[in-house]
């Protein structure tokens, strides 16, 4: 990827799907996380792009990412097996184009680059590893789309945890004004600060201690924000979980007000139940259940250096975006 004033563009033009195609235009986008990986496909109706197929699951790419700093064989295999059965189900429902951008695992393992390439050969497409610059901007894009200037005032903060990183911007205008990537994701924290189940006060602590010491002397990102937004399976969690749902509802959590005092009380919450019975619960589910701890921590400690009363929370993350780039891409040029 490439950035311009306007924010990230393709480096090429996307690679047009094989098979057979909708009679509407049709996009996927798959976001391979350090975490998780996510499949968005969209159908172009009368101008817009409207989801017809969301799917997202956790195969912890950057497992020991943070000790060994490469990905491992075993979290390579998961991942290739995830985004085969992926792109099967994307090409079933005849896209012009899919395109597969991955984030902080890929961009930070020395292994990087032979593991994207690997990857994208094993399903005849390019896997783009995005820079931390070029995911500020899809993050920004995504959440002023989903929410609106009217929801998401300016100038306002807008966060995505990831399991490797963080991304935090400043929109002011309609644009990107101040972004900042942070190595403080979900599975690198666990890792590094939380190996006991239920972690320990002092490891709770120890942790919460980096996270502050991280954020710490960006006034400039922070100061003054008016509204704010985020992105990624620890606040859509958390949002499920205040809402109560059973079982996890998309169309219920996206645009959900979770406020300072639901944030702070699902966080303790939290880190006192054992990771079993985090598990149990619909809205968390095995593969976050250990690693919501530590993105609790990263919640709190932006909500009390930007002042905000709480976040507007988005299902509507970096997928999103992409399949928006896909779809501008596959216009004709004049």
């Known amino acids: ?50 989801p017809l197929l969301r799917l997202g699951e956790s195969c912890r790419l950057g497992e020991g990412l943070e000790a060994q700093g490469v990905i491992s064989r075993d979290a390579e295999e998961r991942a290739s097996q995830t985004l085969s059965r992926f792109v099967r189900r994307a ?20 292994n990087g680059m032979d593991v994207a390439d690997r990857l994208g050969r094993s399903v005849g497409l390019s896997v783009e590893i995005l820079s931390a610059e070029d995911e500020a901007h899809f993050v920004y894009e995504s959440a002023r789309e989903a929410l609106g200037p009217e929801r998401l005032p300016e100038p306002c903060l807008v ?91 998309a169309s219920r959590v996206e645009g959900y007000s979770l406020t300072r005092e639901a944030i702070d009380s ?23 259940a250990d690693i919501i701890v530590a993105g609790c921590s990263v919640v709190r400690e932006v909500i009390r250096r930007s002042g905000l009363p709480g976040l507007l929370v988005s299902t509507q993350g970096l997928r999103y975006s992409l399949a928006r780039r896909l779809a501008s891409a596959d216009r004709p040029t004049a």
């Open 1 to 50: 990827m490439t950035t311009s004033s306007d924010g990230p563009v393709l480096s090429r033009k996307p690679i047009p799907a094989a098979g057979m195609q909708s009679m509407k235009p049709r996009y996927a986008a798959i976001d391979v996380g350090t975490n998780s990986i996510r499949l968005l496909v969209v159908e172009q109706r009368d101008g817009r792009l409207e």
């Open 266 to 288: 699902w966080s303790e919450r939290l880190a006192r139940m054992p990771r079993a019975e985090r598990e149990g619960m619909a809205a968390i589910g095995a593969g976050r």
């Open 91 to 110: 090409r079933s429902l005849g896209p012009r184009r899919i395109g597969i951008a991955a984030t902080h695992a890929l961009r930070s393992a020395t």
């Open 159 to 249: 966060m995505d945890i990831g399991g490797g990183s963080v991304e935090l911007v400043r929109g002011e205008g309609g644009r990107v004004a101040r972004w900042l990537s942070l190595e403080v994701g979900c599975v690198r924290l666990t890792e590094r600060f939380l190996p006991d189940d239920p972690p320990e006060a002092s490891d709770l602590a120890r942790l919460d201690a980096h996270v502050r010491e991280a954020l710490g002397g960006h006034d400039d990102l922070f100061g003054a924000v008016i509204g704010g937004a985020g992105v990624g399976g620890t606040l859509t969690a958390l949002a499920a979980l205040d809402l109560g749902l059973e079982r996890y509802e």
